[in-house]
């Protein structure tokens, strides 16, 4: 499908343009969410998009879903809280790094151990972009930001792992430079059964950049480029070539209950019946 046509199709009318600073790269994130649900070829009808607050969280805004915009860090609660109500609803949530970890960081590891079928999309620009460029559990160390002049000396989340070792079963991760992969790997978290994060690096050119001076929106992306390694790829680098780099692509993948139909069969044994998982119903 033609870009105009996915706009016309899963964008909101008269909602564009949208808020995000020029050389954001949430814009993208969004456009390769879309491209993922017209991919799968989803209802839009039984699609649901929770966000949070923030730059992130801004998105579900734009898009024409069955759409929450919740309260800071509290997107994961609410998902959850659909999904369980109706769980043949495909839910997909969009947040940031501070809402999803910081903030949100003690219902992101939950929903993970849970293994709970929603999607998590999580749009990393290393910094608090839209309340005044604090830094957050993902901004590198040693980087600066409002809250930290002369550098955060705390050592930042690695996110995908902290997923996989809460419980989630799929984690990916994509840059907005390698705009296919991140509309492959979107599409391949919503398809799992189970938990899913997809970390999506984005940048934030006017305060995590001009703070780190890492130079505009075009050297940003370039350094996506160049320091964003496909997992194949990056696992047969020398270890001291891998300090500068990190793995794309699809990291772990795995099996285990999920926790809608597991729910299902509390609920069976309470009323002492045989049902059918509502994940399964028409």
């Not at 998009?49 to 994961?76: K, M, Q």
């Not at 959850?80 to 109706?86: A, N």
């Not at 709970?116 to 005044?132: A, E, K, R, S």
């Not at 194949?232 to 891998?242: C, I």
Request: with cysteine.
């Amino acid at each position: 499908m033609e870009t105009q046509e996915l706009v016309e199709k899963y964008f909101r009318p008269g909602r564009l343009p949208h808020i995000w600073c020029p050389g954001c790269g949430n814009g993208i994130i969004t456009g390769a969410i879309v491209k993922a649900v017209d991919k799968l070829g989803l209802n839009q009808d039984e699609t649901v998009v929770v966000s949070g607050i923030g730059c992130s969280s801004r998105s579900s805004g734009y898009l024409d879903f069955n759409t929450v915009h919740s309260a800071h860090g509290r997107a994961l609660p609410v998902a959850t809280g659909v999904k369980l109500s109706e769980p043949r609803l495909k839910v997909i949530v969009c947040t940031g790094d501070g809402d999803a970890t910081a903030i949100g960081g003690n219902h992101f590891i939950h929903a993970a151990r849970r293994n709970i079928d929603l999607t998590v999309v999580l749009f990393n620009n290393n910094i608090y972009g839209m309340t005044g460029g604090q830094y957050s559990p993902l901004t590198p160390t040693h980087s600066k930001a409002t809250t930290a002049p002369y550098g955060t000396i705390e050592r930042a989340f690695d996110v995908a792992k902290l997923a996989e070792a809460a419980g989630a079963t799929f984690v990916a991760r994509a840059t907005t430079f390698h705009t296919q992969l991140l509309t492959d790997v979107i599409a391949k978290a919503i398809a799992h059964e189970g938990f899913s994060l997809v970390e999506a690096i984005t940048a934030c050119p006017i305060s995590f950049g001009r703070q780190n001076k890492r130079g505009g929106a075009p050297d940003m992306m370039k350094w996506q480029r160049d320091h964003g390694v496909v997992l194949a790829a990056y696992n047969k680098l020398p270890e001291d070539q891998k300090e500068d780099k990190f793995p794309i692509g699809v990291l772990y993948e795995a099996e285990a209950p999920e926790y809608t139909k597991e729910y299902d069969k509390v609920i069976a044994a309470a009323q002492g019946v045989q049902r059918t998982p509502r994940s399964e119903e028409s």
